[in-house]
């Protein structure tokens, strides 16, 4: 999963495009996008269209669990066969998870209040969770961090590694970046999400279909780095050695394992 994109529960015509935008996966927000009086309409027309389109296969960000649309969001879900997975967002209180997780989908924490990177680490244990994300702008309004300076990159690469740590702790799957804001601005969303792939992430959660293409290169490997990991496979599984010479440069075993997760990122 490398790109996921957001469309409004609200605006159920809105979903077949984003089905067709080339995203990994299309989640379906009956969050901050929905007012709190169209919360049960918004539920209503997920549950239609899923019923309607049993071939596609969504994600839902539900209602956290703090919120009286908790219960209903996650009941849904659970009734909805085609509903692939859940994103708890402002996920804090370790007990929330698991009852999200007993509905029986993958889940997605999305950590976003220092309640959240408090409780990092029992979040990523529970079961059912197979990957990490975080939101930035909760936070930074709750850390009082002022937007588009210096302070605000710190604290955002700080929870990136957080996540980082925690999603390899726990054997999680790479987590997902969070959303670049201005999609107006492709050349500093592609800025961005090389920034995060370096660091490990494995994508990006998306607001609008013009940030996949931008998001799905910068997560391709190049040209240069798959043939490079193609011949360090080729020589270790030929030769049987996992320590030597290629283009000047000593590979070894930790270098072996990234040419594996480059060829498997590439296919």
């Not at 709750?142 to 990136?160: H, S, Y």
């Not at 050349?187 to 494995?202: K, P, T, V, W, Y």
């Not at 594996?260 to 590439?266: K, N, P, Q």
Request: hydrophobic share 45%; net charge negative; charged share 25%.
């Amino acid at each position: 999963m490398r790109t996921a994109l957001f469309v409004p529960a609200s605006r159920a015509d809105r979903i077949p495009k984003a089905v067709a935008s080339g995203a990994d996966a299309v989640v379906v927000d009956l969050e901050d996008a929905v007012a709190p009086e169209d919360k049960a309409g918004a539920r209503d027309a997920l549950a239609q269209y899923a019923a309607a389109h049993p071939g596609d296969r969504l994600w839902v960000r539900i209602n956290d669990g703090s919120t009286p649309w908790f219960d209903e969001d996650l009941a849904v879900c659970r009734s909805l066969p085609s509903v692939a997975g859940i994103l708890l967002p402002k996920a804090e209180a370790p007990d929330h998870v698991y009852r999200v997780s007993g509905a029986g989908k993958p889940l997605i924490p999305v950590i976003e209040s220092a309640a959240g990177l408090q409780a990092l680490e029992r979040i990523a244990e529970a079961h059912g969770v197979v990957r990490l994300s975080f939101g930035i702008l909760d936070l930074m309004v709750e850390f009082g961090t002022r937007p588009g300076t210096d302070a605000a990159r710190f604290v955002l690469d700080q929870t990136r590694l957080r996540i980082l740590v925690a999603s390899r702790m726990h054997g999680l799957r790479p987590p997902l970046d969070c959303v670049h804001p201005d999609f107006t601005d492709l050349e500093a969303l592609e800025r961005s999400a090389a920034f995060a792939r370096d660091m490990g992430f494995g994508g990006m959660l998306c607001i609008h279909p013009a940030q996949i293409p931008v998001v799905l290169r910068a997560y391709q490997p190049l040209p240069q780095e798959t043939d490079w990991a193609r011949r360090v496979i080729d020589h270790a599984d030929s030769t049987g050695e996992y320590a030597f010479r290629l283009d000047g440069r000593m590979v070894d075993l930790p270098l072996i394992e990234r040419a594996r997760r480059i060829l498997e990122g590439s296919t």
